[in-house]
């Protein structure tokens, strides 16, 4: 009867576990596990603060409550996600709105006041040379005194500057009575000009000691009679570009940063009126690019010489004589700067042709954005005939004038604030990043029941994903050490004659075995011939 010896190989792979599964115990308390764990969506879901994830991601087979949660779940993020969208074009188009605000002060700073005669050069100041110059200018035939025709006369070459100084109507003679918030003023506290209209006067102009009103009303402004001198208008033999068909004087209200822009921004005046003024300060303020287009001063910019702002009217001025000096070699008289001054006849050919185009293409050539801080000064005018009858006499014999001088000739302009307080006009951002997201913050909570700190939490889920699989890609690039597990196998009792279990064992090399041993016949799988063994126990 064959005898079977069965021999138990105690294999160490039990033990590798165990001994790695401590070591992993002992990582653990200290950093990152060595084989990371995916996360299940479930859970996941589960434990999320999105509101309907954890109804929709459930173990087990989908049914109707599921599908009703997850449609409902998807239509609440695309309404989200569309509104969101909607609140993201909106603050892209960066929408303002208009802030209006009335404050009162106790005082405050008259503005400057500028007034022309419409007439620019005096019949009596014009010296023959003045009329040969100024001929295709004035329209008046080039003749001196006597009747001579041009062509017996020789002129010096003419100087614009002292014609335009010289000739123009002087505010010693115009100004007949001052007064402003009732102490008396003189020509002495008008500083001369020059615009468009040639020699023109400027009140409380300077910008370092400007004057101040303390009361509003009639009476606490600026009060001045103006003879506009109708017997100085030049007669009109024809017409020109410097004709003109009105009797009175302009004036503008502007600011002390600003200069005159007189011939587009001021008002007429009519003789034999009485004209009142009422004025309302305007405080403006813009904003810059993207949600306005308004202009910013630069500290220590010069626009234009003698103004430290930057202003509309000084940008306009400015572009106008660069486009007169490029085309003309020379500027006009209004223009500031140190270039050479035209003479009639550049004004006559180039100037003035110039000046005019360059006035109607100014929004291609020259551009002029409003400054994003502006004070402007709105009006309300009013005006009574003067004089009546009785008034006619006594200013007739008080200024040596008969009266129908008076009432042809003779003004009043009052000028004074409504009252002391002035406009605020402020533009505000419509919708600025707060309102943003406060809006998308609002939808989210309103549709989806989220936040920012769920939006962590999915961007933690994802990384633990990414670093598992990451990982498990990272594993199997590497050959795998293989470890046998225990098992029983026989040997035939005549294969084991003069030898021992222990020199048997000790012939075969690690990790092999002799082919004569074969598995135990109880176990129906085969394990693989390969392995190192700690014990072999017969």
Known sequence: MPIEIVCKIKFAEEDEKQKEKEEGDKESLIEEPAQPRSRDLAAFASASTLHGLGH????????????LWAFAFVASLAFFLYQAAKSALLYLEHPHVMALDEEAIREMV??????????????SA????DIFHLANMTGLPPKD???HKATDLLYPDPDMADIVNRTGHQLDDMLKSCNFS???????????VYTRYGKCYTFNGDRR???VTRQGGMGNGLEIMLDIQQEEYLPIWRETNETSFEAGIRVQIHSQDEPPYIHQLGFGVSPGFQTFVSCQEQRLTYLPQPWGNCRASVQGEQTLPGYDTYSIAACRLQCEKEAVVRSCHCRMVHMPGNESICSPNVYIECADHTLDTAVEDSQERCSCPTPCNLTRYGKEISMVRIPNKGSARYLARKYNKNETYIRENF????????ALNYEAIEQKKAYDIAGLLGDIGGQMGLFIGASILTILEILDYVYEVIRDKVSRVLRRSKPPLKKPSGSIATLGLEELKDQSPCETLGRHVEGAYNASILPNHHHRH???????FEDFAC
């Open 56 to 67: 929709i991601c459930r173990s087990g087979r989908l049914g109707v409550r599921q599908t």
């Open 110 to 123: 008259f503005p400057a006041i500028t007034i022309c005669n419409i007439n620019r050069y005096r019949h």
């Open 126 to 129: 014009l010296t023959d040379a």
């Open 145 to 147: 005194r006597d009747g």
């Open 182 to 192: 009732g102490e008396n003023c003189s020509s002495r506290d008008f500083t001369v």
């Open 209 to 211: 000691n400007p004057r």
């Open 411 to 418: 003004l009043v302009l009052d000028i004074f604030f409504e």
């Open 526 to 532: 085969h394990y693989p011939h390969q392995g190192v």
